[in-house]
């Protein structure tokens, strides 16, 4: 692993991000247990259904680094991966930071648009630069070989405590600072990016991954899915 990489707590901000050039490999959308079916994929938010059902979509490489990371939980920690998000809609992305922005303007009248942007940020990416609608981001953590979540502290997408759900949140205790780590590392060497803001967010080929490994320009762009029913 680089320093970088073991530099707690780097997050790109909106303008570092806005500053990566977007790029486009047109690789494929394909199902997260395409090349490992022993990878739990269940959503736990229903957002998605009118756009891809109960199939949780990522980019076809992003499978694949998902596929080697799962084994090597299983073979070194009998753990495996659950994935509860991945593609998701630049129309549902937009969406949710609309809401949560309007809900920050009432809450900070003070802020101007590029300060409301950058804290509503913090909640839901920018729509611009969100990993999620490219494909290249997924919300994940591990199950136990009883098929339990590992303790990490907090639940998936938990907003109570903003603070709790940081990577290197203070108050954890010393196995969920050890999961937290289990997670970032089996994911880190199969080169995606960890967003150290949520323990459960990682991405590869984004601008957030770009801008965390120093390149200038992404591999995926948002992509506009629309499947026919």
Not at 189 to 199: H, I, L, M, R, T
Request: proline share 5%.
């Amino acid at each position: 692993m680089t320093k970088k990489i073991l530099k707690k707590g780097k997050i790109c901000a909106p303008d570092e991000l806005l500053t990566i050039t977007p790029g486009e490999n047109n690789e494929k959308l394909v199902d997260v247990r395409s090349y490992d079916p022993r990878i739990i994929a269940q959503y736990e938010k229903f957002d998605m259904f009118p756009y891809t059902g109960k199939t949780i979509l990522v980019r076809d490489v992003v499978a694949q680094k998902l596929a080697s990371a799962n084994t090597v939980l299983l073979k070194k920690k009998n753990c495996r991966l659950k994935v509860v998000y991945g593609y998701r809609h630049p129309k549902v992305q937009k969406k949710y930071f609309n809401k949560k922005r309007n809900e920050l303007k009432i809450a900070n009248p003070l802020l101007n648009n590029q300060e409301l942007d950058a804290l509503t940020h913090n909640f839901v990416a920018l729509p611009e630069v969100a990993g999620h609608p490219t494909g290249g981001a997924v919300d994940i953590t591990i199950l136990d070989s009883g098929g339990n979540n590992l303790d990490m502290g907090t639940k998936i997408a938990d907003f109570g405590d903003p603070e709790k759900i940081k990577t290197f949140a203070s108050g954890l205790s010393p196995q969920q600072k050890k999961n937290r780590l289990l997670l970032r590392d089996v994911l880190v060497q199969e080169n995606f990016a960890p967003f150290y803001g949520e323990w459960w967010h990682f991405s590869f080929g984004d601008r957030e991954w770009a801008c965390f490994y120093d390149k200038t320009r992404s591999l995926y762009s948002p992509v506009d899915l629309n499947f026919s029913k």
